[in-house]
């Protein structure tokens, strides 16, 4: 989930003056001929010092940032940022890349250390990327702004402790400014789980069936699915998902065979062992059985290979028995129709609902926004990123806004100045919020539910869900977030880019086509060539660590 008032601006070095200026802001080589004594002159004589909001002058801040492919590019349309910009009198330069070109796009700029961006506001980035651009010197640490110049974050790292050390380095600097958004608790946190299985409660109930219980009950109502046509449905398909596509992913109902499967692989057994969930002799068991689903036609012909607008589309056709997803809403035009299929007890008797690691932190994303070595009005970028984590305007960046007009409007602003969520009838949520949100670096915490603004409606229909997996999450633990050194991050994530892409393979070819038990022997093995014990190894250390602290 993802939203105050406040208009946009950026971080440009300091487009108050020349070129001479602007070449000071950037941070490279500077222009021909220069000294560097000369332009650390220039550089102070332009830094912007005891900011308060409005600006008696306006500044500029260059700010790199993305959107979604459905939603406008140009940030200045966003009321928000314009908002921003009316209260703070900072103008941004902004640049805008659509969601699926911006890292490739975001790497290609932060190459070129001459011409950076003052801020990334989105910028996405991985502890394994925090640190190796902090190394090259194109991002810069940021605790001393936090502690000089950033009160509202100060406020909820104070409330909430444990996310600074989530943000804090192995050296002990921070690096970023984070995206938090809490919404439940523990394993009733709306993020304890990710794709859920939904059912079409209506298809049983016209072919007068009972909710199944156990994987053996599914494959008969998915057969029945497949012989019928369920409410007149012609073209139908018993279930669908997209393997290996995240929340589109069919993992969470090999729960019933053993530790399940999450888009990450890891688990956490309750001896505090990590466990890589694509190597349990349980997940063999779900694959075949999976397989079997298949060899009887129940699962989509194109679950190995549809992106997530063929998956919806057919969704929106109503042609799904069960689906796999973030929401109903998302998926399906009649989300009423679905309800979450319950943890299924599998042939040895295992009900395991499966949960996501970092989970346990509520949504949390360090690297969300950064400050790169180009900006010269280090504490105007930090006063201003600072306005981001206002209760109310975090609410507004997260989700949405008010008062816009041809807008569905995300809340209303009630008298006492606090923001209800608005009901969202007949469209995707997010298809409707990302037309206003900015998202970016902000704080959401469960204490501003009640104070600053309600729980949206499809949370609170989402946590619901959550809850009735509570009873059926077998173990206690997640991995969670943890900020690993330079060194163990690099070789993390190496290992993870080359076994799990040959897991993630593995996996579609033998739902598809069979032959888990025959090739299962020579896959450990190449698993192990892969790296696979090295790569645990690390992640144990890291974990023992965390547990002991």
């Known amino acids: 989930m993802r939203n105050k008032t406040m208009r946009k601006l950026v971080c440009t070095a300091m487009a108050c003056v020349t070129a001479l200026s602007l070449t000071a802001c950037g941070g490279g080589n500077g222009g021909a001929g220069k000294s560097e004594e000369k332009q650390a002159k220039e550089?102070?004589?332009?830094?912007?010092?005891?900011?308060?909001?409005?600006?008696?002058?306006?500044?500029?801040?260059?700010?790199?940032?993305?959107?979604?492919?459905?939603?406008?590019?140009?940030?200045?349309?966003?009321?928000?940022?314009?908002r921003i910009k009316e209260q703070t009198n900072v103008n941004i330069d902004w640049t805008c890349y659509?969601?699926?070109?911006?890292?490739?796009?975001?790497?290609?700029?932060?190459?070129?250390?001459?011409?950076?961006?003052?801020?990334?506001?989105?910028?996405?980035?991985?502890?394994?990327?925090?640190?190796?651009?902090?190394k090259q010197g194109v991002i810069v640490p940021v605790e001393d702004l936090i502690d000089s110049y950033m009160p509202n974050l100060q406020k909820v790292l104070t409330?909430?402790?444990?996310?600074?050390?989530?943000?804090?380095?192995?050296?002990?600097?921070?690096?970023?400014?984070?995206?938090?958004?809490?919404?439940?608790?523990?394993?009733?946190?709306?993020?304890?789980?990710?794709?859920?299985?939904?059912?079409?409660?209506?298809?049983?109930?016209?072919?007068?069936?009972?909710?199944?219980?156990?994987?053996?009950?599914?494959?008969?109502?998915?057969?029945?699915?497949?012989?019928?046509?369920?409410?007149?449905?012609?073209?139908?398909?018993p279930m669908s998902c997209r393997v290996n596509g995240g929340n589109e992913d069919l993992g969470f109902i090999l729960g019933a065979f053993g530790y399940g499967d999450n888009p990450d692989h890891i688990m956490v057994d309750d001896d505090g062992k990590v466990v890589y969930s694509v190597t349990d002799e349980g997940?063999?068991?779900?694959?075949?059985?999976?397989?079997?689903?298949?060899?009887?036609?129940?699962?989509?012909?194109?679950?190995?290979?549809?992106?997530?607008?063929?998956?919806?589309?057919?969704?929106?056709?109503?042609?799904y028995g069960l689906f796999?997803?973030?929401?109903?809403?998302?998926?399906?035009?009649?989300?009423?129709?679905?309800?979450?299929?319950?943890?299924?007890?599998?042939?040895?008797?295992?009900?395991?609902?499966v949960r996501q690691s970092g989970s346990a932190d509520g949504g949390f994303?360090?690297?969300?926004?950064?400050?790169?070595?180009?900006?010269?009005n280090q504490e105007l970028a930090a006063k201003w990123i600072d306005l981001m984590y206002d209760p109310l305007q975090s609410i507004q960046n997260n989700w949405g806004t008010y008062g816009e007009e041809g807008k569905s409007n995300i809340f209303e602003l009630k008298e006492d100045n606090t923001?209800?969520?608005?009901?969202?009838?007949?469209?995707?949520?997010?298809?409707?919020?990302?037309?206003?949100?900015?998202?970016?670096?902000?704080?959401?915490?469960?204490?501003?539910?009640?104070?600053?603004?309600?729980?949206?409606?499809?949370?609170?229909?989402?946590?619901?869900?959550?809850?009735?997996?509570?009873?059926?999450?077998?173990?206690?633990?997640?991995?969670?977030?943890?900020?690993?050194?330079?060194?163990?991050?690099?070789?993390?994530?190496?290992?993870?880019t080359d076994i799990k892409q040959y897991a993630e393979q593995k996996k579609a070819d033998w739902i598809l086509n069979g032959g888990v038990d025959e090739q299962w022997e020579d896959y450990m093995q190449k698993l192990d060539e892969l790296g696979l014990g090295e790569y645990i190894e690390i992640k144990q250390k890291y974990l023992d660590a965390y547990l002991a602290q």
């Open 283 to 319: 997940y063999k068991e779900g694959i075949s059985w999976l397989h079997e689903l298949q060899e009887e036609n129940l699962i989509d012909p194109e679950a190995y290979t549809q992106d997530y607008a063929t998956y919806t589309a057919k969704g929106k056709n109503g042609q």
């Open 365 to 376: 994303q360090a690297g969300r926004c950064v400050l790169t070595s180009a900006c010269v």
């Open 43 to 82: 550089t102070k004589e332009t830094q912007i010092k005891d900011v308060s909001f409005p600006l008696q002058e306006e500044a500029t801040l260059k700010v790199m940032t993305k959107a979604a492919a459905i939603s406008t590019q140009n940030p200045e349309e966003k009321l928000i940022f314009q």
């Open 98 to 134: 659509v969601e699926d070109q911006f890292v490739d796009k975001r790497n290609l700029a932060l190459a070129k250390k001459d011409s950076l961006p003052d801020i990334l506001f989105n910028a996405e980035m991985n502890n394994v990327e925090l640190l190796k651009y902090a």
């Open 419 to 496: 923001l209800s969520h608005l009901e969202i009838v007949g469209e995707s949520p997010y298809d409707v919020r990302v037309q206003q949100m900015v998202a970016g670096p902000l704080a959401v915490l469960n204490s501003y539910y009640g104070k600053y603004t309600t729980c949206p409606p499809d949370a609170l229909e989402r946590m619901d869900n959550v809850k009735s997996y509570v009873d059926s999450m077998k173990y206690e633990m997640v991995y969670p977030n943890i900020f690993m050194s330079e060194e163990d991050a690099t070789s993390v994530a190496r290992y993870e």
């Open 324 to 353: 796999f997803g973030w929401d109903q809403a998302s998926i399906v035009s009649a989300p009423q129709d679905y309800v979450p299929l319950p943890a299924l007890k599998g042939p040895e008797g295992i009900v395991n609902a």
């Open 159 to 237: 409330e909430c402790p444990e996310y600074r050390k989530l943000i804090t380095a192995p050296d002990g600097h921070i690096y970023s400014f984070p995206w938090i958004e809490q919404l439940g608790v523990g394993k009733e946190a709306i993020q304890a789980i990710g794709g859920m299985p939904y059912i079409n409660q209506k298809w049983l109930d016209d072919l007068g069936l009972p909710m199944p219980e156990t994987t053996e009950d599914l494959k008969n109502v998915l057969i029945a699915f497949r012989d019928s046509k369920p409410c007149g449905t012609e073209n139908v398909i």
